[in-house]
Each structure stands twice: as structure tokens, then as C-alpha cells.
């Protein structure tokens, strides 16, 4: 079975600061790798997504994350952090065999900027 | 494109009545939508998957006569909560993907249904 795991529920940095958030994914093959942001009471808005290809993403506001398969990972990163930033950001996993259907999600972590 | 709408975006009700909140893509047709919860400060649990005039598919311990799943048509998919409980109380967020898309494509997410149930 496929799980995701976020290293910190919450991370916090100052504005204009390195952006790093964690994630790490189990799976018996390389899954389909996403990462979503949530803002207070709405739903989800996808930064970026990793199929095939450069391992190396880039999204939406900056965002880009690394797909690292010795590592079993896809951190979230952006160079300078904005105050725009600040929401809850999760990880997910879908199984590349099954069609991607379903989304496996990790608990998510809560992005503060401080000014 | 792609954009999923669902409603009510909050809802109050009373222990033991129903609620019924719709998801709709309002520029495709979705075959299958899928029905997430979420608890407050916690990750989205899969709670069903939805089928165009079929039966939808409810994940291990989701109670299918409590979580009432019907997607009638190619863009509408209805979730009602019968008999709520102060329990049943969270966020509820639909989301659907876009019909032939290439394999690993996102999943388009509706803004959520808070529930409160007092």
C-alpha cells in the first residue's frame, strides 16, 4: 500500500527566506507524485505534479520540487517566501498501475511567514 | 478550464436531519468524482469514489447507508449525510478529473462543504 509522509506539521520562515517542505513517499513503484495547496476553508489547487520525465518541477508561485527516487522523495521548495504563502500544503501519491484514480494524501504541513 | 464547483460552501443543521451537498464540473464531464473529509488540522481521508449510473465505491470503514452517494448525471454528484451527528461535523471536498486525460493527471478539487451539526 502507498503512504506519504510529511516531515512537519508546521514550518515557519520569514519572509524573503528558502522555502522546505518535506516529503516522503512509500510505494512498490514510482507513483505519480503531486503536491496541493490549501488556503483557510477552501479546496485544493495543485503547485505541481511529477509523472515522468526531469525529475526536477517546477509549478505554480515559484513552487518546484525534486523527484529523488534513492531518496523516495518529493521536497517542496521555492527560493523566497512570500506572504502569499502562508497555508497548509499537502503532499499526495497516486499508484501509476491503477491508473491514478485515487489520491493518497499526506497529513500536510502548515506554512507560516513571518515578516 | 476545469473547474469544479460545489454547494453549499458552509452548512449548519441540527442532530438527526440530512444534508445534501452537490459537486458539480462545470466545464467537463466527470464519469467518476470522488468524495474526500477532512478533519480539522488533519489530511484528506478518501471517503468514496462516485460512478456516472452506477453504485459508488466507499472505502473500508465508511458507512455507505450514512454517506448517500448518487451522480445522477456527467457533471453532478451528490453527497447527503443522513442523520447527522455533532460527529459527522467536518470539511467535505469533492473533486473529479477531467475523462481521457492522460494517466497521472491531477484530480480538480471543489472549495469544500464545512458542516456543523449541533
Known amino acids: 500500500a502507498q503512504s506519504v509522509t510529511q516531515l512537519g506539521s508546521h514550518v515557519s520562515v520569514s519572509e524573503g527566506a528558502l522555502v522546505l517542505l518535506r516529503c516522503n513517499y512509500s510505494?512498490?513503484?514510482?507513483?505519480?507524485l503531486f503536491w496541493y495547496v490549501q488556503y483557510p476553508n477552501q479546496g485544493l489547487q495543485l503547485l505541481l505534479k511529477y509523472t515522468t520525465g526531469a525529475t526536477l518541477v517546477k509549478g505554480i508561485n515559484g513552487f518546484e520540487a525534486e523527484f529523488k527516487k534513492s531518496e523516495t522523495s518529493f521536497h517542496l521548495t521555492k527560493p523566497s517566501a512570500h506572504m502569499s504563502d502562508a497555508a497548509e500544503y499537502f503532499c499526495a501519491v497516486s499508484d501509476r498501475i491503477q491508473g491514478a484514480q485515487k489520491l493518497v494524501f499526506g497529513q500536510g504541513t502548515r506554512l507560516t511567514i513571518n515578516p | 478550464g476545469a473547474v469544479v464547483s460545489q454547494h453549499p460552501s458552509r452548512v449548519i443543521c441540527k442532530s438527526g436531519t440530512s444534508v445534501k451537498i452537490e459537486c458539480r464540473s462545470l466545464?467537463?464531464?466527470?464519469?467518476?468524482m470522488f468524495w474526500y473529509r477532512q478533519f480539522p488540522k488533519q489530511s484528506l481521508m478518501l471517503m468514496a469514489t462516485s460512478n456516472e449510473g452506477s453504485k459508488a465505491t466507499y472505502e473500508q470503514g465508511v458507512e455507505k447507508d450514512k454517506f448517500l452517494i448518487n451522480h445522477a448525471s456527467l457533471t453532478l454528484s451528490t453527497l447527503t449525510v443522513t442523520s447527522a451527528h455533532p460527529e459527522d461535523s467536518s470539511f467535505y471536498i469533492c473533486?473529479?478529473?477531467?475523462?481521457?486525460?492522460?494517466?497521472?493527471?491531477?484530480?480538480?478539487f471543489g472549495n469544500g462543504t464545512r458542516l456543523t451539526v449541533t
Open positions: 473533486s473529479a478529473r477531467v475523462p481521457l486525460a492522460q494517466q497521472g493527471s491531477p484530480l480538480h
Open positions: 510505494s512498490s513503484v514510482p507513483p505519480y
Open positions: 466545464d467537463f464531464q466527470a464519469t467518476t
